[in-house]
């Protein structure tokens, strides 16, 4: 699946940090933001300060700190949210504008690719974050693309820690948390979570994407178990089943995807392994999905592949890891090339699974 981050967004970041810096070419620009990109980058990885309370200051503090993030972190966003929404069922028709709410939405990054994801649909947005700039920022963007890109879209923005947001007689199709989770302390996931789910409408649908972060434990998994378990909340993604997770580490994608002009221009300085993106998902709705003849299938590690046929390990809708057989002879020319450039993370629809000689080892046959 080829992903490009919309050039229009990048623009409008560029000239954002152009007004801030005086720069002129995007190259210029880019070396004058630098030192505040680093200080960002920096701060989710090497010197990522200890999980902040919920109404912690922002790092969003200003307009220059906004185009910053959004130059280094809003394309990455954009791959990797559109690789989540790209498996999904169609999202259920409603008869009023489908009602999202981005909490913690910061600059805006995953409301653009929900917008975008949904095309012409008409949507009401709700943007939730404790930075007003960032809301300021996120507002003016949607003002300068909407008549172009979203038309009929809405927006409101409420500028409030995430401890007062409350379920309340509103209710939402979607609820975006991006990237939101890792940053609070572990007692308030769970409690956001709650509020969450409580605020879905019957059919509606709880995007849930993380960082994968080895040092803060998996507490993904904690959180889908709570969500199936104490909310009654069913997944549709990553898992093909409600079962316990199988899996031994934290359950996760890895990426490649194409990096955008910006980014190209500033990794050519900070040299770091932007090129895979690795997160964890976790989409929930309050309604049981229906049943369906297609099995469901997740690669959940390195695929080999062999003349005539490639392996993989899988987490099956039996609830187990099995290693897959796939014959080439199985699919048509499309489906084979993507079976060379097969990641963890991918879905595969298949008709049938067939235990083989190995207990470990089953044949499936594709979906039609």
Same mark, same amino acid.
């Given at each position: 699946?080829?992903?490009?981050?919309?050039?229009?967004?990048?623009?409008?970041?560029?000239?954002?940090?152009?007004?801030?810096?005086?720069?002129?070419?995007?190259?210029?620009?880019?070396?004058?933001?630098?030192?505040?990109?680093?200080?960002?980058?920096?701060?989710?990885?090497?010197?990522?300060?200890?999980?902040?309370?919920?109404?912690?200051?922002?790092?969003?503090?200003?307009?220059?700190?906004?185009?910053?993030?959004?130059?280094?972190?809003?394309?990455?966003?954009?791959?990797?949210?559109?690789?989540?929404?790209?498996?999904?069922?169609?999202?259920?028709?409603?008869? &009023?504008? =489908?009602?999202?709410?981005?909490? +913690?939405?910061?600059?805006?990054?995953? /409301? #653009?690719? $929900?917008?975008?994801? *949904?095309?012409?649909?008409?949507?009401?947005?709700?943007?939730?974050?404790?930075?007003?700039?960032?809301?300021?920022?996120?507002?003016?963007?949607?003002?300068?693309?909407?008549?172009?890109?979203?038309?009929?879209?809405?927006?409101?923005?409420?500028?409030?820690?995430?401890?007062?947001?409350?379920?309340?007689?509103?209710?939402?199709?979607?609820?975006?948390?991006?990237?939101?989770?890792?940053?609070?302390?572990?007692?308030?996931?769970?409690?956001?979570?709650?509020?969450?789910?409580?605020?879905?409408?019957?059919?509606?649908?709880?995007?849930?994407?993380?960082?994968?972060?080895?040092?803060?434990?998996?507490?993904?998994?904690?959180?889908?178990?709570?969500?199936?378990?104490?909310?009654?909340?069913?997944?549709?993604?990553?898992?093909? &089943?409600? =079962?316990?997770?199988?899996?031994? +580490?934290?359950?996760?994608?890895?990426? /490649? #995807?194409? $990096?955008?002009?910006? *980014?190209?221009?500033?990794?050519?300085?900070?040299?770091?392994?932007?090129?895979?993106?690795?997160?964890?998902?976790?989409?929930?709705?309050?309604?049981?999905?229906?049943?369906?003849?297609?099995?469901?299938?997740?690669?959940?590690?390195?695929?080999?592949?062999?003349?005539?046929?490639?392996?993989?390990?899988?987490?099956?809708?039996?609830?187990?890891?099995?290693?897959?057989?796939?014959?080439?002879?199985?699919?048509?020319?499309?489906?084979?090339?993507?079976?060379?450039?097969?990641?963890?993370?991918?879905?595969?629809?298949?008709?049938?699974?067939?235990?083989?000689?190995?207990?470990?080892?089953?044949?499936?046959?594709?979906?039609?």
């Amino acid at each position: 699946m080829h992903i490009a981050y919309p050039s229009e967004l990048e623009a409008h970041w560029l000239e954002i940090a152009r007004a801030e810096t005086h720069g002129t070419s995007p190259r210029d620009i880019l070396h004058r933001m630098l030192p505040d990109i680093v200080r960002l980058a920096d701060r989710f990885t090497t010197a990522r300060p200890p999980d902040a309370a919920p109404g912690a200051a922002p790092y969003l503090r200003d307009t220059r700190s906004c185009a910053a993030y959004s130059l280094f972190f809003a394309p990455q966003t954009y791959a990797r949210l559109s690789h989540v929404l790209a498996e999904l069922p169609p999202f259920p028709e409603t008869a &009023h504008p =489908l009602r999202v709410l981005d909490l +913690g939405a910061g600059t805006g990054a995953a /409301t #653009w690719t $929900l917008l975008d994801h *949904l095309g012409s649909r008409p949507v009401a947005l709700s943007a939730w974050d404790h930075s007003r700039p960032a809301l300021r920022c996120l507002h003016d963007l949607f003002s300068a693309l909407r008549r172009a890109r979203w038309p009929d879209a809405t927006l409101r923005t409420t500028p409030a820690p995430l401890g007062d947001f409350a379920a309340s007689t509103e209710k939402f199709d979607v609820i975006l948390l991006h990237y939101v989770l890792n940053e609070l302390p572990a007692e308030f996931r769970r409690s956001l979570l709650s509020r969450a789910a409580r605020s879905l409408t019957p059919n509606g649908r709880l995007i849930l994407c993380e960082p994968l972060r080895h040092d803060a434990g998996d507490y993904m998994r904690g959180l889908r178990a709570h969500a199936i378990e104490e909310l009654g909340l069913h997944p549709l993604a990553p898992c093909p &089943h409600a =079962l316990a997770c199988p899996l031994d +580490g934290p359950c996760h994608d890895v990426r /490649t #995807w194409k $990096l955008s002009q910006a *980014l190209q221009i500033l990794n050519s300085v900070l040299h770091r392994d932007l090129r895979h993106l690795a997160y964890a998902l976790l989409v929930l709705t309050p309604n049981a999905p229906p049943a369906s003849d297609t099995l469901r299938a997740r690669v959940v590690g390195s695929p080999s592949h062999a003349k005539g046929h490639t392996v993989c390990p899988a987490c099956c809708s039996d609830g187990q890891i099995h290693r897959l057989q796939l014959l080439h002879r199985d699919f048509d020319t499309a489906g084979r090339k993507d079976l060379r450039h097969l990641e963890r993370g991918q879905v595969l629809r298949l008709a049938s699974l067939t235990p083989l000689g190995d207990p470990s080892l089953f044949r499936a046959i594709p979906a039609t």
